[in-house]
């Protein structure tokens, strides 16, 4: 046995001389947001890189060292529009400061991280149902009317983007066989540069009962020549609905 664990030792320290490659997760930050600054398209929390080294290295990696995250200041973009674009040569050289010299970085996905602000421009739009939803009521039921509360939303986005905006769209979802009133929270669909404030609300389906009635109804004339009389048989006819 002491042979056999000393040769596995030594073909543990060849084996992890060899060039492998393995993928690692690193966090995004953003830091610095002014409170007048609202983030409507937020950017990624996290970056996949592969990386590639000698075994040895990579189980450094894994047992015995954590990734800070990539930290990004506010202030070093606020004047270059709403529209934020990290490059992907920016992100490997924040990336690359952390790895030893011998590691090369393969790839890194997302590869360029964006994200799109507005300082405080806002407006309120109504609520609408998606035209895809689907919603029916089980037999002899039928849906009286659906409500939304909130019935409007307060959407935050760049003036360009908010310009264009006349209402928001809940997500499609499903409500079949409904037989008595149904309560379902909905999100609002995305928009990129959008943010909406709630981002849901509360759709309200309400059903009744078809019911059946029977009336009697006379059989009458009209627009005959005078001295014209209509007689039918019979006088009176059920009508049902």
């Known amino acids: 046995m002491f042979f056999f664990f000393v040769a596995g030792g ?6 992890l001389n060899n060039d492998y490659e393995a993928d690692f997760s690193i966090p995004v930050r953003l830091k610095g947001v002014p409170n007048n600054v609202v983030i409507t398209s937020e950017p990624a ?10 075994g040895t290295v990579l189980l450094n990696y894994m047992l ?34 952390q790895l030893n010299v011998s590691t090369k970085l393969i790839s890194i996905r997302p590869d360029t991280i964006d ?39 307060i959407a935050y986005a760049p003036k360009e983007i908010l310009d264009t905006l006349r209402m928001a769209y809940t997500t499609p979802f499903i409500a ?5 009133t149904l309560e379902k929270r909905v999100s609002i669909g ?16 309400l059903t009744d009962m ?11 004339g009209v627009n005959f020549p005078a001295g014209k009389v209509l007689r039918t048989f019979p006088s009176k006819v059920d009508v049902t609905f």
């Open 45 to 54: 929390s996290e970056l996949r890189i592969k990386v590639k080294d000698k």
């Open 115 to 153: 994200f799109i602000f507005t300082k405080g421009l806002a407006k309120k739009i109504p609520v609408r149902l998606n035209g895809e939803s689907n919603i029916s009521a089980t037999r002899q039921y039928y849906i009286s009317s659906v409500k939304l509360t909130p019935d409007s939303v």
């Open 190 to 205: 995305k928009i990129t540069g959008v943010k909406f404030v709630p981002s849901y609300t509360d759709v309200f389906i």
């Open 10 to 15: 030594f073909w543990l320290l060849q084996t």
């Open 210 to 220: 078809y019911s059946e009635k029977t009336v009697e109804v006379p059989v009458i």
């Open 64 to 97: 015995g060292r954590t990734f800070f995250p990539v930290s990004f200041d506010f202030k070093d973009f606020q004047n270059g529009g709403s529209h934020v674009r990290i490059s992907s040569s920016e992100l490997q050289k924040r990336i690359s400061s």
């Open 176 to 180: 079949t066989n409904v037989t008595d």
